[in-house]
């Protein structure tokens, strides 16, 4: 390396120093678009304001409303029979990863609001539901199996909303009569 090159080496050196400085300044100014600004003093102060929001735990899970009857309408859901269907209801949710988010247990009918992932078909929970509450009545009260070739203590069809808010009475009574009238009763 020659002298005048290794003159040359220092100024580089200095040059490179005073871009690199210039980079950080650079990268230092705010424009007037950022959430940042400066007070009078001229320092940096953050005018963001920052939100907290509740997540949940699946946003996008679905909800529905469900509703069975009784195939029978003397076979009430009330007492020792208004527990087993709690209870069994319960497990089969958490068995299934499935959210009860309400329950009620009327005498002549169950209704129930569950939150499952978006690809869980309905037909599908309602056919769960329906085959592991019978065989749980079917097995804790024989009484309810009037017919051995009976599998089903529900009355056929079943009223399903999609959405978290209780059926209206009015609704649920127009079901029960229209299911009434087509089991001939």
């Not at 220092?10 to 007037?32: G, L």
């Amino acid at each position: 390396m020659s002298v005048e090159q290794r003159n040359l080496v220092p100024q580089a050196i200095a040059q490179m120093k005073s871009s690199e400085s210039d980079e950080r300044h650079d990268s230092e100014i705010k424009r007037a678009d950022d959430p940042a600004t400066l007070n009078p003093s001229g320092d940096l102060q953050n005018t963001e304001s920052i939100v907290l929001e509740a997540v949940e735990q699946n946003p996008y899970q679905m909800s529905y409303t469900c509703l069975l009857l009784s195939r029978i309408d003397a076979h009430h859901l009330s007492g020792d029979v208004a527990v087993c269907v709690q209870t069994s209801l319960k497990h089969i949710c958490t068995s299934f990863g499935w959210n009860l988010e309400f329950l009620s247990v009327e005498p002549t009918y169950l209704h129930w609001t569950i939150r499952v992932p978006p690809a869980t078909a309905t037909a599908h929970i309602m056919k769960v539901i329906r085959e592991q509450t019978s065989t749980q009545l079917f097995t804790d009260f024989p009484r309810f199996k009037l017919d051995k070739k009976l599998d089903d203590f529900w009355a056929p069809g079943y009223l399903i909303f999609w959405g978290s808010q209780p059926h209206p009475i009015e609704i649920i009574q127009r079901f029960i009569k229209q299911t009434r009238h087509q089991q001939g009763l």
